[in-house]
DNA sequence: GTACGATCTAGAGCCGACTCTAGGTCAAGT
DNA sequence: ACTTGACCTAGAGTCGGCTCTAGATCGTAC
């Protein structure tokens, strides 16, 4: 198991150098990050699994506090499940809102594409907006 | 056809005042916004109409300059349908690629709920994450 | 005619989430 | 020994999208 760099933590999560120095002093790792003799990061593999679901969550719109917040609930240990499952179901229904409101606009795209295929097939233009 | 105010738009879109008011400066107004006498701004069912599918496109996250291109193509008339085609292409892959996201989410989440529902079901905590 | 709330403009301020800089230290290759 | 590049910390800067402020004007109700 060699010891992993930020570097590598960084291609292998797609996050930026800056943003893991970021999210660790923002206090969102679950575990403190580990240093070697001369004070560099040395990430497990844990750490990177736990920073895969911080960038699922952050993707889909978690806000940084509710992530430290659930990040705080996880280090604290067992015997806060049903805050952690409420702090999840919170975010499912953000995650519910967003996909109705992208349906929405799905939608709506889709009927004004028709509109503008139309009039471009047709070549005759009919609607302004 | 009464003039309708800004604090009517505001109410009637959900928009703030100040965001209206933002709006018309970033020019996103497909027409421009007409005053009386006393420099008021008096909208029409047109204005609001637009403002909505604005609200849309901006909750499924299209950036503000990409609203206002496609607002600058509107306002310059027939004959850009291709253009709008194209934006409005690009958005729709913006919200698709965002749906996978939120998928992947929700898979996760759904994964976590079902976790932490047994913990708790069970009273046998097994799993700190 | 006066009070008061809604509106006006121009511009400053704010917030979240990074991103970058300065000024160093560490480690691997030659 | 020296170079080079990845890494370190602390803190400043950036960006998008509003939001708020100041100071003035408008307009309706009394």
Redesign the pocket.
Known sequence: MASI??????ERTG???????????EGIMANP?A????????YSEDDIEWLIVCTVL?AS?????A?RRYTDLVRHGEGNEKERLALLREHEQRVTDQMDQLTRCLDLIHYKIGVYEDVLGTDSPINGT
């Open positions: 760099t930020i570097g590598e933590v960084a996050l930026s150098v800056h943003a893991l120095r970021f999210y660790e002093r990050v240093r070697n003799a001369g004070g560099r990061r040395v952050r719109g978690m806000p940084m506090t992530i």
